[in-house]
C-alpha cells in the first residue's frame, strides 16, 4: 500500500484589517445579511509584505444558530507594487452566548469561537508572487469591534 504525505501548514503572513460597522440588510430567504466594507489594513509576513486595499467588503450570512458563512473579496498590493485579488471563504461559530458578544462589538478572545476559511487568490502569472495562484490556503481569524485579524497558512 502506497503511503500517502500527511499535509502540514505553512505560515504566509498576517493580515489586519480595518472594516466600517456593518450594513444590516436585515432577514433574507438565506438568512440575516450584512455587509462590512474594508478600509485597508496591513500585511506583514515572510511570504508577502504589503497593505490590504480599501473597496472591498464582507459579506455575511447569519443562521438562525448564529453562525456567519463568511464571504469576503478584497485586493492586496505589495510592498514591491504587485497587486494580488483575494477571495476568502469561510465560517464563524460558537455558543450563542460567544456570538452575542461578537455581535456587541466586543473583542473576544479567538480561544472562545471557531474562525476558519479557505482563501483563493489571483496574481500576475509573471509576478513573483504567480506561486499563489496554484495552492491550498487557509486561514484562522480573530473579530474585533472595528477589525479582523487573519493569519494565512499554505498547505503544504
Given at each position: 500500500m502506497t503511503i500517502m504525505q500527511d499535509p502540514t501548514l505553512e505560515f504566509l503572513f498576517e493580515a489586519a484589517v480595518a472594516l466600517e460597522a456593518p450594513q444590516e440588510l436585515g432577514h433574507?430567504?438565506?438568512?440575516?445579511?450584512?455587509?462590512?466594507?474594508?478600509?485597508?489594513?496591513?500585511?506583514?509576513?515572510?511570504?508577502?509584505?504589503?497593505?490590504?486595499?480599501?473597496?472591498?467588503?464582507?459579506?455575511?450570512?447569519?443562521?438562525?444558530?448564529?453562525?456567519?458563512?463568511?464571504?469576503?473579496?478584497?485586493?492586496?498590493?505589495?510592498d514591491d507594487g504587485v497587486t494580488i485579488y483575494v477571495q476568502n471563504a469561510g465560517v464563524r461559530t460558537a455558543p450563542r452566548e460567544v456570538l452575542d458578544r461578537l455581535m456587541a462589538g466586543e473583542d473576544v478572545p479567538p480561544s472562545e469561537y471557531y474562525m476558519r476559511t479557505a482563501a483563493a487568490m489571483e496574481v500576475d502569472d509573471s509576478s513573483r508572487y504567480a506561486w499563489l495562484n496554484r495552492c491550498i490556503i487557509i486561514s484562522t481569524g480573530m473579530r474585533k469591534a472595528s477589525s479582523v485579524h487573519l493569519r494565512f497558512y499554505k498547505v503544504t
Amino acid at each position: 500500500m502506497t503511503i500517502m504525505q500527511d499535509p502540514t501548514l505553512e505560515f504566509l503572513f498576517e493580515a489586519a484589517v480595518a472594516l466600517e460597522a456593518p450594513q444590516e440588510l436585515g432577514h433574507t430567504r438565506y438568512g440575516r445579511r450584512r455587509i462590512i466594507n474594508i478600509l485597508g489594513g496591513t500585511v506583514e509576513g515572510p511570504a508577502l509584505r504589503g497593505e490590504v486595499l480599501a473597496g472591498g467588503a464582507d459579506w455575511q450570512t447569519l443562521r438562525t444558530d448564529g453562525t456567519a458563512d463568511l464571504v469576503a473579496n478584497y485586493s492586496i498590493r505589495t510592498d514591491d507594487g504587485v497587486t494580488i485579488y483575494v477571495q476568502n471563504a469561510g465560517v464563524r461559530t460558537a455558543p450563542r452566548e460567544v456570538l452575542d458578544r461578537l455581535m456587541a462589538g466586543e473583542d473576544v478572545p479567538p480561544s472562545e469561537y471557531y474562525m476558519r476559511t479557505a482563501a483563493a487568490m489571483e496574481v500576475d502569472d509573471s509576478s513573483r508572487y504567480a506561486w499563489l495562484n496554484r495552492c491550498i490556503i487557509i486561514s484562522t481569524g480573530m473579530r474585533k469591534a472595528s477589525s479582523v485579524h487573519l493569519r494565512f497558512y499554505k498547505v503544504t
